[in-house]
């Protein structure tokens, strides 16, 4: 096993990493914003919830305050640079889908953006937001997705067709092979 620091004055924290980073999209009607959100969950099945972490300094914090909805987009490994654009800048500063070119399509039930490169995408009403420390979850109702045919099968990402954008922190992002690993089965004894 390798040695390992320990840690009790916490400042910064990085063991979630690699991860999915979302693009999260939201639409006033007056004003439309992107940004990406390392900080993202699922959180219940019944009724589907999708979770958010934003802090309040975000432009895109205010935004889904007053549109009452936002979407959650996830896009391939070929798509990191929009990725990292859209959380490098600000939309109080520029109009990042003219700025960077991002195709849009037109969503099912909420007023959101949702990216025409994305291989899966849920339109979220906003439900709840909570604080906890210097950010705010968002719990979204999923009200509609958009799945990108054949990338899924019974609901398992299949990474021999697409390759998720692996956050690894710092603007650097991983590729993923083929799954390898075989999972015991459920309620197995051991880890022999």
């Known amino acids: ?16 990493y690699p991860g999915l980073v979302a693009v999260v999209t939201v639409d006033t009607g007056t004003e439309r914003n992107a940004m990406a ?10 009724p589907p919830l999708y979770g958010v972490s934003i802090a309040p300094s975000r ?14 987009n996830f896009l391939p490994l070929e798509h990191a640079r929009l990725i990292a654009a859209v959380g490098g800048t600000s939309g109080r500063d520029i109009d990042k889908f003219a700025d ?8 099912l ?16 009403v906003l439900r709840d937001h909570h604080t906890y420390g210097d950010h705010t979850l968002f719990a979204g109702e999923i ?15 299949q990474p021999d067709l697409l390759q998720p954008a692996l956050h690894l922190g710092k603007d650097r992002y991983m590729r993923t092979e083929k799954v390898a690993v075989e999972v015991l089965p459920r309620g197995a004894e051991s880890f022999r």
């Open 37 to 46: 959100a390392g900080w993202n969950t699922a959180l219940s099945f019944v």
């Open 100 to 107: 960077f070119d991002i195709a849009t399509e037109p969503s």
């Open 109 to 124: 039930r909420a007023n959101v953006p949702i990216l025409a490169d994305a291989y899966v995408s849920y339109e979220c």
């Open 143 to 157: 009200v509609a997705m958009h799945v990108a045919e054949g990338v899924f099968a019974e609901g398992v990402l």
């Open 1 to 16: 096993m390798t040695p390992k620091q320990h840690i009790t004055q916490v400042k910064a924290f990085f063991g979630y």
């Open 59 to 72: 432009h895109t914090h205010d935004l889904i305050l007053a549109a009452g909805a936002f979407g959650v």
